[in-house]
C-alpha cells in the first residue's frame, strides 16, 4: 500500500489567502512593513491517523490606516477561510478556534488583529 503524504498546508493557507485580500500575504511581516498586511503561518496541528491531519493555523492582520483596516482584513479573510475552504483541495473542513481578536504589536504597538483556525486534511497518495 503507497504512502500517504500530508500537504504543505500552510503554503496552500497561503495560496489561498492571497486569492482573497489585497494585503500583502506572507508568513512573515515585509521590513520595511507594507501598509496593509496578513501573516499566515503554521501555529500546530498533528496527524489524526495515517490519512487525516488536523493544522492549526494563526493569521494575523495589521494595517497602518489602524485598527478598523486592520480588523476588516482578518473579518475577510476569516469569512474567507470558513465559508470558501472547498477551494483549497484535500481540506475536508475548517473550525475555528478563536475569533478575531485586538492584537497590537508588543513591538511597535501597531494595531492588529488575529485568530485562529483548524483545518483538517486529507493526505494524498
Given amino acids: 500500500m503507497p ?8 503554503a496552500m493557507c497561503l495560496a489561498f ?9 506572507g508568513t512573515k511581516v515585509k ?3 507594507p501598509s496593509r498586511y496578513a501573516r499566515v503561518w503554521r501555529t500546530g496541528g498533528a496527524a489524526l491517523n495515517r490519512v487525516l491531519e488536523r493544522v492549526q493555523i494563526t493569521i494575523t492582520c495589521g494595517a ?12 475577510d479573510l476569516r469569512s474567507a477561510f470558513l465559508n470558501e ?3 483549497m483541495p484535500l481540506v475536508r473542513g475548517v473550525e475555528e478556534t ?8 508588543p513591538d511597535t504597538n501597531e494595531d492588529r488583529y488575529s485568530f485562529t483556525i483548524q ?7
Wanted: no cysteine.
Fill in 64 to 75: 497602518a490606516a489602524g485598527s478598523v483596516e486592520a480588523l476588516a482584513i482578518a473579518r
Fill in 98 to 105: 478563536s475569533g478575531p481578536y485586538y492584537d497590537p504589536d
Fill in 119 to 125: 483545518l483538517m486534511v486529507r493526505g494524498k497518495r
Fill in 31 to 33: 521590513n520595511p512593513r
Fill in 17 to 25: 489567502a492571497k486569492t482573497k485580500t489585497t494585503a500583502t500575504v
Fill in 85 to 87: 475552504y472547498t477551494q
Fill in 3 to 10: 504512502a500517504v503524504e500530508f500537504p504543505d498546508v500552510e
